[in-house]
């Protein structure tokens, strides 16, 4: 089945330690995004890539970055984590614009220790 | 983008419908969507709803959209424990450059 799969579903490092987490999608969508989920909130959008275009949204912190090697998938990396960017990490994906129906995946939990 | 708002919290019994309401910011927005999320899981989409229908249904689920009031409703039908869960409302905002989530309504369906 078509589908976004996220590796691993639960991450822990260590504060300061570099962490990557990965997204691949097997729907072949133009778009793809990550988002950061606290508890009992929103998902909170960071970026996104259409195509090889990034777009960082403007209160995104610089300690968090993204790679799209090709279409099928895609990183985030966290520099340096601090104990507040324990989070659901969330990829999803769009055929082709934020106006399209976004498909996500299942998460990855991140604790930082 | 502006707040998509939504009340925190629903319970209902077993077997009674559910409503979740959300009110949305821009009138602008072509799609409005309902999302799924169960604990410690991610987001499933669960239906959505053209900017120009004023109800869609899907099995035991009932979209309303009353544009005017920019008002957006789910009824779930015969509600089940399995219904327990956060759903969100969202938008795509700004013709379709923000993506905005609501805060999210937890569902509880009591025995």
């Known amino acids: 089945d078509a589908m976004v799969i996220q590796n691993p579903r639960y991450q822990v490092t260590q504060f300061g330690k570099p962490v990557t987490l990965s997204c691949s999608q097997t729907l072949n969508h133009n778009v793809m995004y990550w988002y950061q989920q606290k508890s009992s909130q929103a998902p909170k959008l960071l970026f996104h890539y259409y195509d090889k275009d990034f777009n960082n949204e403007a209160d995104t912190p610089d300690n968090f970055q993204s790679r799209r090697p090709n279409t099928s998938f895609c990183f985030l990396d966290i520099r340096s984590p601090g104990l507040g960017d324990a989070a659901m990490y969330l990829c999803?994906?769009?055929?082709?614009?934020?106006?399209?129906?976004?498909?996500f995946g299942p998460g990855t939990r991140l604790t930082v220790l | 983008g502006e707040d998509v708002e939504q009340s925190l919290f629903l319970s209902v019994r077993e077997g009674d419908s559910s409503v979740i309401n959300c009110t949305y910011t821009d009138s602008s927005s072509t799609y409005l969507y309902w999302y799924k999320q169960e604990p410690g899981a991610g987001l499933q989409l669960l239906t959505y709803i053209f900017s120009n229908m004023d109800m869609k249904q899907d099995q035991r689920l009932t979209v309303l959209l009353n544009k005017k009031d920019k008002h957006l409703s789910l009824r779930i039908a015969d509600t089940q424990t399995g219904d327990s869960a956060i759903y969100f409302c969202?938008?795509?905002?700004?013709?379709?450059?923000?993506?905005?989530f609501g805060p999210g309504t937890r569902l509880s369906v009591l025995p």
């Open positions: 969202a938008e795509a905002q700004n013709y379709g450059q923000n993506f905005v």
């Open positions: 999803a994906t769009s055929r082709s614009g934020t106006r399209d129906t976004q498909y």
